[in-house]
């Protein structure tokens, strides 16, 4: 089964900066790769999906990329700014599993 | 469209006690799901649902019990509550054609369980 690893638990940035959050995983290059949004006491929200052909998925100020030699995914967000404080999860199928999620990276965004 | 909801958003049990988290959802999505969430940790999938009469267990079935009787409700049942199933409780669900790719899913707001 997949194991994910995002790279810190908590990451501080200065607003207007881009944020980069970091998803590996140790088996098998998946299909297909979702990230989701998670404020405190709340369920997440699914941001974006990139698929193994594709290099890279933008919408809005985000942006995606997907490395299958690298077994690596980057979440960028630019000119980040306090409303985007929360924390972010890389999720992906693990044999009969279809999301198999990653603990997460908590961002604060300092004003 | 209320989306997907969750009753109750708190509960205590006692050890041994069993209760039903309730999870509906009025987007006529196929796909349905449980997870739980422990303080620092990712989301586990417990059971999900392809469809009405269909269910599969997920990484951490122990414990619980599901029915997916209608293509609404998702009920998710603890039988003999355990201090190790506090947690938070998240239902989730999404629209499938394909197994190929899984779309994105729609999450409640949780259940809060504490079992003291």
């Known amino acids: 089964s997949q194991k994910i690893e995002q790279n810190s638990e908590a990451l501080n940035i200065q607003e207007g900066k881009t944020a980069t959050l970091t998803c590996n995983y140790t088996?098998?290059?998946?299909?297909?790769l979702q990230w989701y949004r998670q404020d405190p006491g709340r369920g997440p929200v699914f941001l974006l999906l990139?698929?193994?052909?594709?290099k890279e998925k933008r919408k809005e100020r985000l942006k995606v990329t997907f490395d299958t030699t690298l077994k690596q995914s980057l979440f960028h967000i630019t000119a980040s700014q306090p409303a985007d404080s929360a924390t972010y999860l890389c999720?992906?199928?693990?044999?009969?599993?279809?999301?198999?999620f990653g603990k997460g990276t908590r961002l604060s965004v300092i004003a | 469209n209320a989306g997907v909801t969750q009753t109750p958003k708190f509960r205590i049990l006692k050890i041994g006690q069993s209760m039903t988290l309730q999870c509906t959802q009025d987007?006529?999505?196929?796909?349905m799901y449980w997870y739980r969430q422990d303080p620092g940790m990712g989301l586990k999938l417990i059971y999900y649902?392809?469809?009405?009469?269909?269910?599969d267990k997920g990484e951490v079935p122990n414990g619980y019990n599901v029915s997916r009787s209608t293509t609404e409700d998702f009920p998710l049942r603890l039988e003999l509550a355990a201090p190790s199933q506090t947690s938070v409780y998240f239902c989730?669900?999404?629209?499938?054609?394909?197994?190929?790719?899984?779309?994105?899913?729609?999450f409640g707001p949780g259940t809060r369980l504490t079992v003291l």
């Open positions: 989730a669900s999404s629209y499938e054609l394909a197994e190929e790719t899984f779309n994105e899913q729609f």
């Open positions: 088996n098998y290059s998946p299909a297909y």
């Open positions: 990139i698929r193994e052909n594709e």
């Open positions: 999720a992906l199928p693990s044999g009969n599993t279809p999301l198999v």
């Open positions: 987007m006529n999505h196929n796909y």
């Open positions: 649902s392809v469809g009405a009469g269909i269910t």
